[in-house]
């Protein structure tokens, strides 16, 4: 079956532009996870869904960073007035359970903020 | 008391080798201990996961031991090969996923 899948799979924008980062989870899971990741390190968690609402926020950095999952499917992460410091690696994953066990990532979206 | 800590940070191996990757991690509260690998461009792959009530769990050429006094668990890769050069991460959850710093590893021919 399909994995879960991310768009686009780069993205280069420049300082104080707008940029979303769609994710589409595995069919049925009902658990999605936003991460990043910085260059030769692990991935940081910024946000959890269980279906369309946020269950744990605590990851996001600062109020230019936003997600939302209105159909407890496809997510969208936005963020605003983008920064050099926000240039990462973006990371989805699902889970078929919210415990936090067996989530399995998407390829991610590599954001470059020039 | 979120943190993992893992190590080595880089691993080199002979074809056959069984190298040995360690996390440590503070928080009681952790229920879930998976590993992923990755490889250069892609998104982490999960490779095996165990709970604390148990203390090893194989999957293939993939070991995992669990301390749980001592808060630590790690991952033996058997028989390694060439394509299992990648990096590695561990990880430890209670809802969102806690990764370790990860471990470059290179098998050589």
């Known amino acids: 079956g399909a994995g879960v899948s991310q768009t686009p799979s780069n993205k280069v924008t420049e300082k104080g532009k707008y940029v979303e980062l769609r994710c589409d989870p595995i069919?049925?899971?009902?658990?999605l996870y936003w991460y990043r990741q910085s260059l030769g390190q692990g991935p940081e968690f910024l946000i959890y869904?269980?279906?369309?609402?946020?269950?744990?926020d605590s990851g996001l950095p600062n109020d230019r960073f936003f997600a939302v999952r209105p159909e407890g499917s496809v997510s969208t992460l936005k963020i605003q007035r983008t920064e050099r410091g926000d240039s990462a690696v973006y990371l989805c994953?699902?889970?078929?359970?919210?415990?936090?066990?067996?989530?399995?990532f998407g390829p991610g979206t590599r954001l470059t903020v020039l | 008391q979120q943190q993992v800590k893992q190590s080595p940070q880089s691993l080199i191996v002979q074809k056959g080798g069984i190298p040995i990757i360690n996390c440590a991690y503070e928080n009681t509260a952790f229920d879930y201990f998976p590993w992923y690998q990755q490889f250069p461009g892609k998104g982490p792959a999960l490779l095996i996961a165990i709970r604390p009530d148990v203390s090893e769990k194989k999957e293939g050429r993939f070991t995992i031991s669990f301390n749980k006094s001592a808060k630590q668990f790690s991952l033996h890769i058997m028989d390694s090969q060439p394509g299992d050069s990648a990096t590695y991460f561990c990880?430890?959850?209670?809802?969102?996923?806690?990764f370790g710093q990860g471990t470059e590893l290179s098998v050589k021919p």
């Open positions: 994953a699902s889970s078929p359970t919210g415990t936090g066990s067996e989530q399995f």
């Open positions: 990880a430890a959850s209670r809802g969102k996923l806690i």
């Open positions: 869904f269980q279906g369309t609402g946020a269950a744990d």
């Open positions: 069919s049925g899971h009902t658990a």
